[in-house]
């Protein structure tokens, strides 16, 4: 069965460090999600991308939040200058079309020192 | 935004029990999930049920779109059924998921 895979499962940084985190979505997919959750919170949304485009973002996609898809495969977050308070579980989803079913891939764990 | 409530906040179980989760939303939703969030942090799919009922197993799910609220059954818990269970629902055209709180299960052997 295709799944959303992300790369790397646990990246440590420091703080003011540019991270990239990836995504490779199921192949036949043409909405692209990136959502977090910080230690014990519930998950939030971040970033919809359709059509090589933002389709949607939160307040907390702010101006240190960029989203790319470089090629055909790839979807990455990038995080400009990072902050102790970026640290957190980071997920991608993707899914065949509007409203339809949301698939996660494993997440990856942010830890900004 | 629209608001996602999910009761109880805690439960804990005897392995063999079974179980009634619920999700409670403010407005009509176009999409509904229900994830287990496993101890290593993923977010494991298990039901995609914006309205009716579903069944996989020892789980089900049914969603009453009208009525804005779904239920997730679990039944004879086992021990690898510990985590934390999340809803979430999507409005019609918004393209995003808003998450409850989740309800952290703990079933004891």
């Known amino acids: 069965e295709p799944e959303v895979t992300q790369t790397p499962s646990h990246q440590v940084t420091q703080m003011g460090q540019e991270v990239i985190l990836r995504c490779v979505p199921i192949?036949?997919?043409?909405?692209f999600y990136w959502y977090r959750q910080i230690l014990g919170q519930k998950v939030e949304f971040l970033v919809s991308f359709y059509n090589n485009e933002i389709s949607e973002k939160s307040e907390i996609f702010d101006d240190q939040f960029s989203v790319e898809r470089p090629d055909g495969s790839n979807f990455t977050l990038k995080i400009r200058s990072t902050k102790l308070e970026d640290s957190a579980m980071y997920f991608c989803?993707?899914?065949?079309?509007?409203?339809?079913?949301?698939?996660f891939g494993p997440g990856t764990r942010l830890t900004v020192t | 935004g629209i608001q996602v409530e999910q009761s109880p906040p805690d439960l804990i179980l005897q392995e063999g029990a079974n179980s009634t989760l619920r999700c409670n939303f403010s407005d009509s939703v176009n999409n509904l999930q229900w994830f287990h969030q496993n101890p290593w942090g993923q977010l494991i799919n298990l039901f995609y049920?914006?309205?009716g009922t579903k069944q996989n197993g020892r789980l089900s799910a049914t969603t009453v779109a009208t009525e804005r609220y779904s239920l997730l059954y679990i039944s004879s818990s086992q021990t690898t059924d510990s985590g934390v269970y999340f809803c979430a629902v999507d409005l019609y055209n918004f393209n995003k998921f808003y998450f409850g709180s989740g309800t952290k299960l703990n079933v004891k052997p």
């Open positions: 049920i914006p309205s």
């Open positions: 989803a993707s899914g065949v079309g509007l409203d339809y079913e949301q698939y």
């Open positions: 192949s036949n997919h043409l909405y």
